[in-house]
C-alpha cells in the first residue's frame, strides 16, 4: 500500500526547494470520522488587457446558456462550460469624475481597487488596496507566496504617463495600500528562481548552456518519493517534473537569446524575444504556482494600460494604443479585433493547462476563479460601462458556469469581487464603490 504523504512535502537540495502538486497520497483516507473528502483549496487570479476591447466581436448576441461564443471568444469554446460572461458591468472610478483627461491610468488604477485614484504625477500617489491583496491577506497567509504578480511590461513608480497621471497607476494593477503599488515581476527566471530556489549553476551568472536542471538537485530525494508512491501518483510525478523541465529549458533558450545583442540592445536574462513566449512562459509559471499551492492569490498584465507595443508577428506594425483610437475606420477595427484574438488564445492555452491537471475529483480549473477583462469598453471611446468581463472556473463548484448573464446599467464591477471574496471565506460588506453582491452567480 503506497504511504500516506503530507501536502506540504517538499524535495530539497544545494539550494533548490521542488513544491509538489496534489497526489492521491496526500488525500486523507475517509473514516467515520470524517467520511466526506477534503475541501477544495481555491484560487483566484486577475488578467488584465489594455485599450478596451472590440465589444461587437466580445459580446454574444444570446443570454443565458445557450449562446454562441463570438469571434474574440472563440479560442475559449472547448471551456464554453467552465466560463461565464458578464455584461453590463461598470467601473465608475475609471470616469473622470471631475478629473479630466486620464482615463487609462484611472482605468488600470481602479480596476481592481473600486477607488477614483489621486490626479497627480508626483509622489503623492493614491488610490485604494486591491482586492487581490484583501484576498491575499486573508487567504493567501496559508502558503508561501501571500501573491504573485506577473507581467509583461515593467511597473513604474515615478513620472507623468497619462494627462497628469503618475506612470504607477496605468503600470500597476495590484496595491497592497492606497498609496503601495505592488511592481510586477516580468521576468520568468526570476519567478521561477522564486517558486523553486536556485542551485549551483543555475540562474545568476551562469553561462545559459552551461546550466544544469533544478530537478537534477532534487534527484536522490525524488527518486526516494516515487517507491513510496502508488502507479497514477507516479505517473502525475512525472508529468509536473516534465512541465517544470519544460518551462526551465525555455527560459534557458530565453537567456542565451537575450545574452545576443539585437541592434546593441539587450534584454533582461529569461525575458524571451517573442512576445507570445513571454505570455506563455508566465502562464506556464502560474499554473506551476497554483498547482504545487505555493500561491493561490495572482494578477498578470499582459500590457500596461495606454501600451502601444506593435505586433508585428501577426502582420500588426502599428501600436496597440494608436489603433484603439480607431474613428470605427474598419481596417484599424480588424486590427483591434486580431489583437484582441492574439491576447485570448494566449489566455485560452492557460486555461487549457489548467483543465488538464486532476486535483482529486475535479481539476485545478474547476478549483480556480479567473477574471480576464479590461477597465475599458470601447478604445475609442474611453468609455467604462459595460466592460468586457469574463469569470472562468467553478471557484470549488460554487459558480454555476457555461452562461452569458447581462446585469442592468451601471452594475458595478465591484459587485462581483464581493461574490469572488465570499467563495474564500473573506466576507466584506462593501468594497470600493460596490452596491451589493451580484446575482445569479453561485
Not at 53 to 64: D, E, L, Y
Not at 108 to 130: P, Y
Request: with cysteine.
Amino acid at each position: 500500500m503506497a504511504k500516506r504523504i503530507s501536502r506540504r512535502t517538499v524535495l530539497k537540495g544545494l539550494g533548490a526547494s521542488i513544491a509538489l502538486p496534489l497526489l492521491d497520497a496526500m488525500i486523507p483516507l475517509p473514516s467515520l470520522a470524517a467520511p466526506a473528502s477534503p475541501q477544495a483549496v481555491k484560487r483566484l487570479a486577475f488578467f488584465y488587457v489594455p485599450n478596451g476591447i472590440h465589444m461587437p466581436a466580445w459580446t454574444p448576441a444570446q443570454v443565458g446558456r445557450d449562446f454562441e461564443l463570438p469571434h474574440i471568444l472563440e479560442p475559449l469554446k472547448p471551456f464554453q462550460d467552465d466560463l461565464l460572461v458578464l455584461s453590463g458591468l461598470t467601473l465608475d472610478k475609471a470616469r473622470p469624475n471631475g478629473d479630466g483627461p486620464g482615463d487609462h491610468a484611472r482605468a488600470m488604477a481602479s480596476f481592481l481597487t473600486g477607488v477614483q485614484a489621486r490626479k497627480t504625477a508626483g509622489a503623492d500617489i493614491r488610490a485604494g488596496i486591491s482586492v487581490d491583496q484583501v484576498a491575499a491577506h486573508h487567504y493567501g497567509k496559508q502558503t508561501r507566496f501571500a501573491s504573485l504578480e506577473l507581467g509583461c511590461e515593467p511597473s513604474r513608480t515615478s513620472g507623468n504617463c497619462d494627462s497628469g497621471y503618475s506612470c504607477a497607476y496605468s503600470s500597476t494593477i495590484a496595491w497592497r495600500g492606497e498609496s503601495t503599488p505592488l511592481p510586477k515581476d516580468i521576468n520568468p527566471r526570476s519567478v521561477f528562481d522564486r517558486l523553486f530556489g536556485r542551485g549551483v549553476g543555475i540562474g545568476g551568472s551562469a553561462k545559459p548552456e552551461r546550466q544544469k536542471s533544478i530537478l537534477d538537485f532534487v534527484l536522490e530525494e525524488a527518486n526516494d518519493l516515487r517507491r513510496q508512491l502508488g502507479r497514477n501518483d507516479q505517473r502525475k510525478l512525472e508529468e509536473y517534473f516534465t512541465s517544470v523541465r519544460e518551462v526551465e529549458r525555455r527560459i534557458q533558450q530565453a537567456e542565451k537569446e537575450s545574452a545576443q545583442e539585437v541592434a546593441g540592445i539587450s534584454r533582461p536574462a529569461g525575458i524571451p524575444q517573442e512576445y507570445a513566449e513571454h505570455i506563455r512562459l508566465l502562464c506556464d509559471l502560474l499554473v506551476l504556482a497554483f498547482q504545487t499551492d505555493q500561491t493561490r492569490i495572482a494578477t498578470m498584465v499582459f500590457a500596461n494600460e495606454g501600451s502601444n507595443r506593435s505586433y508585428r508577428f501577426i502582420n500588426i506594425p502599428e501600436g496597440h494604443h494608436d489603433l484603439s483610437h480607431h474613428g470605427r475606420d474598419p481596417v484599424k477595427l480588424d486590427k483591434i479585433r486580431a489583437i484582441n484574438r492574439f491576447h485570448m488564445e494566449q489566455f485560452a492555452r492557460f486555461i487549457a493547462k489548467l483543465k488538464s491537471i486532476r486535483e482529486g475529483d475535479a481539476t485545478l480549473l474547476d478549483n480556480c476563479m479567473i477574471i480576464y477583462g479590461s477597465g475599458i469598453g470601447d478604445g475609442n471611446r474611453h468609455n467604462h460601462d459595460d466592460l468586457p468581463i469574463l469569470l472562468v472556473g467553478k471557484g470549488g463548484g460554487n459558480i454555476k458556469t457555461g452562461r452569458h448573464l447581462r446585469y442592468p446599467k451601471e452594475t458595478p464591477l465591484m459587485n462581483l469581487y464581493l461574490v469572488l471574496l465570499d467563495q474564500l471565506g473573506v466576507h466584506l460588506e462593501k468594497f470600493g464603490d460596490s452596491t451589493g453582491r451580484l446575482s445569479d452567480l453561485t
